[in-house]
């Protein structure tokens, strides 16, 4: 049987472990903010390609809504969370960070949820991410100098990228 101070020290550890998986030193507290057009754009790429790097480019202070039993998480943090699930990585659980205290009834995003999902789940090949709107990927790939062929052509209809009859011949 334990005595009160084994479990007086194990409760505190057990809280200090929570305290730094939730919110790791030397973070400033920034206004939040939902994600803006460049950074649905990132989260986007990032997964399409499996470029986690692109994940560190979504702002810290961008944050996505809750909903019914869903908490509100980091944007940032979603992106690595997905990214970890889908291609099967836990590695990079360790960048997710929890959205505020612990909650029993909603599900988070979080180091340990990410770690859960990937062991229990992954990968994950129906999981999908948001997409930047038309609009918006219309105007980020003009600033990048790539000018949309056929913008005449009807929403919901692409373009073939190449032309397969030029290119083998």
Not at 32 to 51: G, K, S, V, W
Not at 79 to 95: E, G, I, M, T, V
Not at 125 to 153: K, N, Q
Not at 154 to 161: D, F, K, L, M, V
Request: charged share 20%.
């Amino acid at each position: 049987m334990m005595s009160g101070k084994r479990i007086l020290v194990l409760c505190g550890l057990v809280a200090v472990a929570i305290f730094a998986l939730g919110y790791p030193p030397g973070r400033e507290f920034f206004p939040m903010r939902p994600p803006n057009a460049h950074e649905t754009f990132y989260q986007y790429i990032a997964f399409e390609f499996d470029a986690p790097g692109l994940c560190a480019k979504v702002s810290p202070s961008a944050t996505l809504p809750g909903g019914f039993f869903i908490a509100a998480s980091y944007a940032r943090s979603d992106c690595y969370a997905k990214l970890a699930r889908h291609y099967d990585r836990p590695s990079l659980c360790w960048n997710a960070r929890r959205l505020g205290s612990f909650s029993l009834l909603s599900e988070q995003t979080s180091r340990l949820s990410c770690l859960w999902d990937v062991w229990h789940r992954a990968p994950e090949p129906s999981l999908s991410t948001y997409m930047p709107g038309r609009e918006d990927l219309v105007a980020i790939f003009a600033e990048m100098g790539c000018a949309p062929r056929g913008a005449d052509i009807p929403r919901g209809i692409t373009p073939p990228a190449t032309d397969a009859a030029g290119a083998r011949s």
